[in-house]
């Protein structure tokens, strides 16, 4: 490319300018054409060839373009013969000229470099095209007006502040142009570090706006995750390509509170068995007195306790115990209920045994029995006894009690309470069933008292037990029973659902240890009550039951009494222990004091997700236990009426740890929590001691994150409530 310039200023030396150039396009024309040989392309030169001409400008100088459209029948150009481009002045002076000759313009376009040039300033070309043969020159001329180049910036990257790794999000990029004179096109691309996303084009009109859709992007890591949006290949080039680039952080986690799915309006609590037995003649007397247990007992603070009343035992009724031995019996039931009361529980007395007289006449048994429940009430201030039950595990196939006299009982009692004006106060909970081998009598029983019995009872209860190293089984009944309340029932028929009974199982024999059921931890003989292995299977279970929408859930059993003669030989649930040892507190006696003290009844139970469908039901092998759901972190939130907010759980994986875990320690990360709280953070088990611990606190991000380490073979509670 070869070029002159000229500046100079003034009508005159505009006038001589355009003259010389007009000599330059007419001395070339050649001679005169022939009418039987008429030229190929538009005899007048402003027909043949138009021009299009831009002039954009910025901090790096300015450009224009010059592009050259044949007209039909003419010759594409590649070169433009002669050029001279004119800038003018802001009030209209010719300012600058220049001459260019052979200027290169593939299909057409050029591109001539103009220096420093103000917006708005005034241009004008005069273009030489030579095309055809013989060889005509033709003129084209145009005139623009320097415009601002586009500069396309990333104004947004839009994207929620927080979500989980089992849900894409969907990223929304706003692209903008800034300076309003010129748009333009470009690519915008979406990326996290070296993961590309994708990348899409995008147009944008001058001063414009226009959002780019990237759905379902998927972050499968649980970490904060930085996601840019970038502008590239902007055309026409910008005025600046410093700002083409902008980032959401997306915060991405594990597991999160699902406020809008309200699992329950409000709980019932969690609890224990407590023996009526632990101040009779049969249970030997501990050799320091019982203050230290009552102590311990009252401190657990259990929030739903379930208490038996043998009428045989408590009142002498089959004639096998005399006084004073049943009134010894009495006054321990008694003094049993009023420790439940003041450790502030919610109590549920159950009427335990179902003899053959009482089957058969149930009027004055559920008459002894309401005075029972007067006498609590009325005569010892009891007001806390607000739940009776009538026979305990009632389809057990020895309890030979049909569901019609089933019926009578509870009628009976109904009755009877109405008459002392108690029914308002003490409500009835019907079932306490157990799954028997073979076909499930569980479902025939609690489907005939649901379809029969719906006008006197007001809650169901059921029993559950589970091998420590089966705990699928332990899911497995926690799903059935739930299928069973909750979708078998009618919608009419469906009421609250508790454990009121429930615990881990060992082995009856182990090595030379001697034989009694349920006893043993095999890996070293450990008396199952002992382990820390016990206490997160049954801390996992109560997470589950909530997670599962159940009511309440009493753990069998609080502390070694004896209930009668055939229990003497063992009932091995403990969480206290004899008090022959001191009553030692066993690692379940702290992971429930966890769970007592850092919720209440009366709190909401709310969902944490996610929450799918292996966690509803699992597999079933064919002898009817459960293949394990897939090991995860389990969790479960409960929020008060006043305002706290609580989150207990546990990874899985550490369900069959009795010792410490040798992994490092898994990090929670659970979203959807109130932005910028802090939470104090308390850990059962954290050194495999079985004891809990406080580790300080947790506050949660801008983005309503809390991220914590809890060992494997631990568990936590996330929590408001002040702790000590």
Sequence with gaps: MQGQRIRTAGRAARLTLAGALAVIAFAGTGGAVRADDPPSCASTTDAAYSLGLTALTGPRGADASLAVTAAAGCADVDTLKKVQLKTYTSDGKLDDVRNLTDVAAPHGVATVALGQLERGRR??????????????????????????????????????PQTLTTRPVDVVVDVRELNGDTGGTATVGLAWGPTVFGSKPVTVPAGGTVSVAFPAISLTTPVTVDLKAIVRDVSPA?????????????????????????????????????????????????????????????????????????????????????????????????KVVELAQEAGATIEISFQSLSAATRTNPGPAMKKYADVLEDLVKNHGLANVRWAEVGNEPNDPNGLVTLDQYNALYRALDAELKARGLRGQIHLMGGGLVENPGPKNHYLWLKWIAANMGDVVDAYAEHIYWWYDKPGRLEFRLRDIRRLATEELPEAQRKPMYLMEYGIRGYPSCGSQPVF?????????????????????????????????????????AYQAVYDRSSVRAQLHWMIGPGSEGFPLFPTYHAMYLLFHTMDTGWSVIGVDPWVQDDWSAPTTPGGESADDTPEKEITAFASPGGDLTLIGLDTHGKGLNTVSSEPAPEYSIGGLPANRTFNLALWNATGDGTNSLAGTVTTNAAGVARFHVPLQAAFALTTVPLA
């Excluded at 095209?129 to 084209?140: I, L």
């Design 123 to 160: 241009l004008e070309a005069d273009v030489l095209v030579e095309s055809g043969a013989p060889k005509r020159t033709y003129v084209a001329r145009a005139e623009a007006w320097a415009r601002l180049r586009p500069d396309l910036v990333v104004a947004a990257v839009h994207a929620p």
């Design 238 to 334: 910008e005025t600046d390509d410093s700002n083409d680039e902008a980032k959401a952080t997306v915060d991405v986690t594990e597991n999160e509170l699902a406020t809008a799915r309200l699992v329950l309006p409000s709980f019932g609590g969690y609890g224990a068995q407590f023996n009526g037995h632990l101040y009779a003649p049969i249970t030997p007397k501990p050799p320091n007195g019982y203050g230290d247990l009552e102590g311990k007992v009252t401190a657990l603070q259990p929030q739903l306790v379930r208490i038996f009343y043998n009428d045989n035992w408590e009142a002498n009724a089959d004639g096998t115990h005399p006084a004073p031995e049943f009134q010894q019996n009495y006054e321990s039931f008694v």
């Design 517 to 557: 059921a349920n006893r043993y931890y095999l890996p070293d003989c450990t008396e199952m009550w002992r382990t820390n292995i016990a206490a997160f299977q049954q801390l996992w279970f109560s997470i589950h039951t909530a997670q599962l929408g159940f009511s309440g859930a009493a753990k069998w059993d």
